[in-house]
């Protein structure tokens, strides 16, 4: 017995509405397969969207660069404010700052030695005793 069945290829286009959902997934931090099932979309379809229509990745590249331009605003005006977190925060990922007490590694016999805190302290936790 031979059975017909019927192919309708599904046809993916850009509309406003898909692209706002877009927007707002990528803006909430979703990105590849989770950003195209957010949006209501398979991942193929998004894949092929993108594909296709060039305003689609554009989109969701600026729902991410909208998002990050308010959470960098929120915590400069934080920093401003006298929040010391936040202060701390811009200059270790923004500025790259390191405080003095960061982590030393050191590679020995035993393996690899890894110091979080005072790296004056030896590795194998004798004391020092410094004289000033």
């Known amino acids: 017995?031979?059975?017909?069945?019927?192919?309708?290829?599904?046809?993916?286009?850009?509309?406003?509405?898909?692209?706002?959902?877009?927007?707002e997934a990528s803006y909430a931090g979703l990105k590849g397969d989770?950003?195209?099932?957010?949006?209501?979309?398979?991942p193929h379809q998004y894949r092929q969207l993108c594909e296709l229509d060039p305003q689609v990745e554009f989109t969701v590249r600026k729902g991410r660069a909208d998002s990050e331009l308010e959470h960098a605003t929120l915590l400069a005006t934080a920093s401003r404010n006298g929040d010391a977190r936040a202060s701390l925060a811009l200059l270790q990922h923004v500025h790259g700052w390191?405080?003095?007490e960061a982590a030393a590694s050191q590679f020995g016999a035993g393996g690899i030695n890894i110091i979080i805190g005072d790296v004056k302290t030896p590795i194998h936790g004798e004391a020092?005793?410094?004289?000033e």
Request: charged share 20%; glycine share 2%.
């Open 1 to 23: 017995m031979l059975v017909t069945i019927p192919y309708m290829p599904i046809k993916v286009r850009a509309t406003e509405e898909r692209l706002t959902r877009l927007y």
């Open 34 to 42: 989770s950003l195209a099932l957010a949006a209501g979309m398979t």
């Open 98 to 100: 390191q405080s003095k």
């Open 128 to 131: 020092v005793t410094v004289d």
